[in-house]
Nanobody, 123 residues
């Protein structure tokens, strides 16, 4: 069974940076598509970014393009979300997600989810 554990969230000021990490266990990480979603209070969950199992494919929500980057380290079974130029509207619980057979993209429902890590950006 796949397990995902996020870390790296916290309270920062607008303009600051954070790097989220998601550690994967239970299966062969290099075969899985990985992504990040977020959910703010009172709002629906939204797609943030994803990276394919073959690393070549990356996708970002329009709201984070140019500010967030996603990467993976298959040797460490970890996917990262580097968040720069943070804005108060980036405040949310960020969840890591994975799926072996389906792309992790906006509107998708990945098979596996982490519990999430809180990111709060003050103005």
């Amino acid at each position: 069974q796949v397990q995902l554990v996020e870390s790296g969230g916290g309270l920062v000021q607008a303009g600051d940076s954070l790097r989220l990490s998601c550690t994967f266990s239970g299966r062969t990480f290099s075969l899985y598509n990985m992504g990040w979603f977020r959910q703010a209070p009172g709002k629906e969950r939204e797609f943030v970014a994803s990276i394919g199992w073959n690393v070549g494919s990356r996708s970002f929500a329009d709201s984070v393009k140019g500010r967030f980057t996603i990467s993976r380290d298959n040797a460490k079974n970890t996917v990262y979300l580097q968040m720069d130029s943070l804005k108060p509207e980036d405040t949310a619980v960020y969840h890591c997600a994975s799926d072996r057979f389906r792309a992790v993209v906006a509107g998708s429902s990945p098979a596996y989810w982490g519990q999430g890590t809180q990111v709060t950006v003050s103005s």
